[in-house]
């Protein structure tokens, strides 16, 4: 028998490449899923059994974390939008501010009245996008394309768990015209990391995170960004919406971008921090 804060603060001196407040914030993740129980629980000094098996998940899950490795890896699983992904190192894990463009799209479909909304999401690594979407937009028809088999796959059975209908597409924004038009929203939050920024990067993300979703080919920060907009403005209905997560650095290079499309109405949005974060544009006839 164990008392259970006695447990979590075991578990938080025993990680020890973290600081203590975000120990204890992944200790706490840890115990609620290792043994099931809820924070309150946990914090409320409960008695516990522990068997040995979960003792041993208990050893490897600090000893993978003080290797940098993240949390959301280690217990499969990240909260996004109010639900739980399945994630893989064949996935980005999904961050809040990528919650902010699946807003941008369903903001701007309650200011439209579209029947049955089609909606495309390019590069959608884990699906949090699409499925979000799809779970939150009624009636809404789901795209999603990726250019990585094993993302699609995590994608796939993510929309599964979640109930949610998508046609997944393999599909390389960089070479192939898009196979399907008529969306009245294109998402994307594709790679957008250049080799400068490799050196600030902190290794739980460039050790363990998938280099395909976060380093842009040629390092070209704008790459992926040409090929969304010109495909988005033949594949876009009119008045349809273009939003995109992008490097903060670029922001104004990116709305120029979307304005030599021919679209209107293009703004640039801050994430919580300050930086620039989406740039959004609707496209005219
Ligand atoms: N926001 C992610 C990061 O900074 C990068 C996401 C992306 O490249 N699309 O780690």
């Known amino acids: 028998m164990k008392n259970s804060k006695a447990l979590f603060q075991e578990i938080v001196n025993d990680i020890t490449e973290y600081d203590r407040e975000e120990a204890q914030y992944i200790a706490l993740l840890l115990l609620e899923h290792v043994l099931g129980l809820t924070r309150t629980q946990l914090l409320a000094e409960k008695q516990i059994e522990s068997t040995p098996g979960q003792e041993a998940l208990l050893k490897e899950a600090v000893e993978r974390l003080n290797r940098q490795e993240p949390i959301q890896y280690i217990l499969k699983e990240a909260s996004f939008f109010g639900r739980k992904f399945m994630v893989s190192p064949s996935v980005l894990i999904p961050r809040p501010e990528t919650e902010e463009l699946v807003l941008t799209a369903i903001n701007h479909l309650k200011s439209k009245d579209v029947a049955t909304p089609r909606i495309l999401d390019i590069g959608t690594g884990s699906g949090c996008i699409a499925i979000t979407l799809a779970c939150e937009v009624s009636n809404a028809q789901l795209y999603a394309s990726d250019i990585s088999?094993?993302?699609?796959?995590?994608?796939?059975?993510?929309?599964?768990?979640?109930?949610?209908?998508?046609?997944?597409?393999?599909?390389?924004?960089?070479?192939?015209?898009?196979?399907?038009?008529?969306?009245?929203?294109?998402?994307?939050?594709?790679?957008?990391?250049?080799?400068?920024?490799?050196?600030?990067?902190?290794?739980?993300?460039?050790n363990h995170e998938p280099h395909l979703a976060l380093f842009v080919p040629d390092d070209d920060p704008l790459i992926f960004y040409r090929a969304i907009a010109r495909e988005a403005k033949t594949?876009?209905?009119?008045?349809?919406?273009?939003?995109?997560?992008?490097?903060?650095?670029?922001?104004?290079?990116?709305?120029?971008?979307?304005?030599?499309?021919?679209?209107?109405?293009v703004e640039i949005v801050k994430d919580i921090s300050g930086k620039d974060r989406i740039v959004k544009g609707v496209k005219e006839l």
């Open 149 to 206: 088999h094993e993302a699609l796959a995590v994608a796939k059975e993510n929309a599964t768990t979640l109930g949610a209908n998508i046609d997944f597409i393999y599909h390389s924004i960089l070479k192939q015209p898009l196979p399907y038009a008529f969306f009245d929203v294109i998402v994307s939050n594709p790679p957008y990391i250049t080799e400068m920024e490799q050196a600030e990067m902190s290794s739980h993300v460039l």
């Open 235 to 265: 594949a876009l209905r009119y008045e349809g919406l273009l939003a995109v997560e992008i490097n903060w650095q670029f922001g104004k290079e990116v709305a120029l971008l979307f304005e030599q499309n021919g679209f209107a109405k």
